[in-house]
């Protein structure tokens, strides 16, 4: 069974830093990886998609990296800022897409 | 409006009520995924249609859940007899499957309290 885990559970950064949220996924075999935004009580916006041939995908300000066969993937924010608050989540793409439990993103001014 | 959509966004039941939500995919999606997220959690898959054909079903979806996809368009998820651990984000999204699997897009939910 596919298990997805992301650190950290929660982060805290002021405005303008650069930041990473870790993703992990136990099993390789997938079609691809996606990295989706979530605000509260809303549902969910994708943010960038990484087919499994591919190794990152860019857009604006993200960056997101895929390692398939170490099972690991990472979303980079450069220069964040307060309207990049929101819950960030990893999928993993077999037949169905599996979450993990998100990542809780606070940019402070 | 061309995303997913989701009705009602919210919806409050007594426990042991019957609710039905409704999803209407992108128009020229043919798959249509059905998820529920409970607080603090990631979305959980419920299960999935390819057009008109339910293919896959979650060992969540127990018999007091049914979901339906008439004619490859429109879906609706009913939950008999709810109950309060039945209360949670449904979240539904579709995709377009054309030889490799494509991006999924998420309706805003229906958010189910079952009091």
């Known amino acids: 069974k596919q298990e997805v885990t992301q650190i950290p559970a929660a982060l805290s950064v002021p405005e303008g830093e650069n930041l990473v949220l870790n993703c992990s996924f136990t099993?390789?075999?997938?079609?691809?990886l996606q990295w989706f935004r979530q605000d509260p009580g809303k549902g969910l916006t994708s943010l960038l998609l990484?087919?499994?041939?591919?190794r990152e995908q860019t857009s604006g300000r993200l960056n997101a990296s895929l390692d398939k066969s170490s099972g690991r993937s990472t979303l980079y924010i450069a220069a964040s800022q307060p309207g990049d608050s929101a819950t960030y989540l990893c999928?993993?793409?077999?037949?169905?897409?599996?979450f993990g439990k998100g990542t809780m993103l606070l940019v402070s001014p | 409006d061309t995303g997913v959509s989701q009705d009602p966004r919210h919806k409050i039941t007594k426990r042991g009520q019957n609710v039905t939500f409704r999803c209407d995919p992108i128009?020229?999606?043919?798959?249509l995924y059905w998820y529920r997220q409970t607080l603090g959690q990631g979305p959980e898959f419920l299960t999935y249609?390819?057009?008109?054909?339910?293919?896959?079903k979650s060992r969540l979806l127990s018999d007091r859940f049914s979901a339906e996809r008439p004619k490859g368009s429109f879906s609706t998820l009913e939950i008999q007899r709810t109950e309060q651990g039945d209360s949670a984000m449904y979240l539904c999204?579709?995709?377009?499957?054309?030889?490799?699997?494509?991006?999924?897009?998420f309706g805003s939910g229906t958010q189910l309290s079952v009091l």
């Open positions: 999204a579709s995709s377009l499957e054309v030889g490799g699997v494509g991006k999924l897009f």
């Open positions: 099993d390789s075999a997938i079609y691809n």
């Open positions: 990484i087919q499994s041939s591919q």
């Open positions: 999928a993993v793409l077999y037949s169905t897409l599996t």
């Open positions: 128009s020229e999606h043919n798959r």
């Open positions: 249609f390819q057009n008109e054909a339910q293919l896959e």
